[in-house]
């Protein structure tokens, strides 16, 4: 059985009913994606460790109402990439998984230098690319010209 | 004789800056080394350098204006980063391409790929004292340059794909001009074999220095020739095959131990594989358009977002665009290989000898304006 299956059920006893969406024809590029809650990241990222992925780009997309973490998952086996994201208040700390996958470890430095995230448990959120003074966070929308600021419900509603 | 086996005088432990200008960091890198003598207790390397923000200059620009920048990122690769950012796009607002123009972009990949292999191939054995076959390589490489550029007009920072296709038709004189240089580039590496591969001081240079272990390349999510040096065969090509290259007959080389020499085999073995893939490119081309011109000239993706990767020179390159419906990005992320492929030498460099550092973060190959973005 792929290791995309298994994660799939181990997912379905851990979360409710309806946090997981399906993707047969991989419109965004993953088999599934989970909405995870903030407080289940930590037990999701295991679950995904002991199913033998790696852990392939951590992002945060910024909204009016709310900023989402977003993880891609992947493994060494054809078609088996998948996402899951949670939902974190503005400036609020995000679990981190920078003990589960250590590339977590450098990626949560740059969300935190680019959107001011704080992850708690990551004990070196230095700044990776920005100058080490930098006290902004350039990526955030409300920092420089920016085209949309929206509500999360306006592109994902 | 004695004398030597005392032990050290001083014992400390010293801080030395490899870096930033060092001819071995390919790009602005300083890696940070805390040494016991000759030996590395922690490698902490400082990045950021090169970074111009291309992921907020992605929210401030239409989709097409953001094309060139794609190809600035890895500038040793910028077909492939270029093809894989009109491919995101187009996946994301269902723009068809015409079979003429997936051949054309393939083989233009694939030339980048093998230029961007050999620049490693040249660099990587200089770093280690050998002149010659550097001169040897950008000869070769110099052609695929003049080939790329009769094309896209540029040498290095390519920006040749558009949303349906490409900018130009390519005519009879490239697809001799690339047919030629294939043979060329196979009629070499018995020469590059002869003088770099089984040369006993680079064998020793790279046998078993740098060892990356499947774990750790799990773990710091290594991808590309350094994760097949490691013996895992993967390859997105092969894993989810983009464009046409189900098409094509190609081998995945993988290595067994994932040190340095595994890491050198596998990438002159791609190359070898890339000739293969332009070679039935070429004979299965079609004729037709180049590029789809029912396509809108500005794009506006429906709402919601797409993640594509493709295989660059140094691994998996994943561009994560989210739209909002307008004409510009509202979220532009691209998950870049370098950024794991360095970041894996905190563990790797731990113990090694600073003389074999230089070797390792050689064999690594790591364009760091990639990771600065």
Known sequence: MAKKDDILQKLREMLAEDAIRMDEAYKAGVAFSAQVPLDKVRDV?????DGGFYLES???LDFQDTVELVYHMNAHEPK????????????QPAPTVSDIFATAEWQEREIHEFFGNPFTGNTDLRRLLLPEDADYYPLKK???????????EEIYG | MAEQLREPVVDQIYSLNLGPQHPSTHGVLRVLLDLDGEFIIKADPIIGYGHRGHEKM????????FMPNSSRMDYLSGMLFNHGFALAVEKLSGIEVPERAKYIRTICAEMNRISSHLLWFGTYVMDLGGFTPFLYAFDDREQILDILDSVSGSRLTYSYCRFGGVCKDVGTDFVDRTRAFVKRLLSRFPDYHNLVTKNIIFIHRTRGVGVVTQEQARQFGVTGPNLRATGIEYDVRKAE????????????PVGSKGDALDRYNVRLEEMVQSCRIIEQALDQMPKGDYHNESAAFKVRPPKGEVYFAVESARGQTG???VSDGSAFPYRCHIRVPSFGNLHVLTDVLKGTLVAD????????DVVIPEIDR
């Open chain 1, 142 to 152: 409300t920092f420089g010209k920016v085209h949309a600021y929206v509500k999360r």
């Open chain 2, 357 to 364: 550092a230089i070797s390792i973060l050689g064999s690594i």
């Open chain 1, 45 to 49: 990222a295991a679950a995904f460790k």
């Open chain 1, 80 to 91: 088996s990439r998948v996402s899951f994201r949670a939902l974190c208040g503005h400036d």
């Open chain 2, 319 to 321: 561009y994560y665009l």
């Open chain 2, 58 to 65: 992605g929210e401030n620009r239409t989709y097409k204006q």
């Open chain 1, 58 to 60: 951590v992002t945060v």
């Open chain 2, 241 to 252: 095959p983009y464009e046409i290259y189900d098409r094509f007959d190609f081998n995945v």
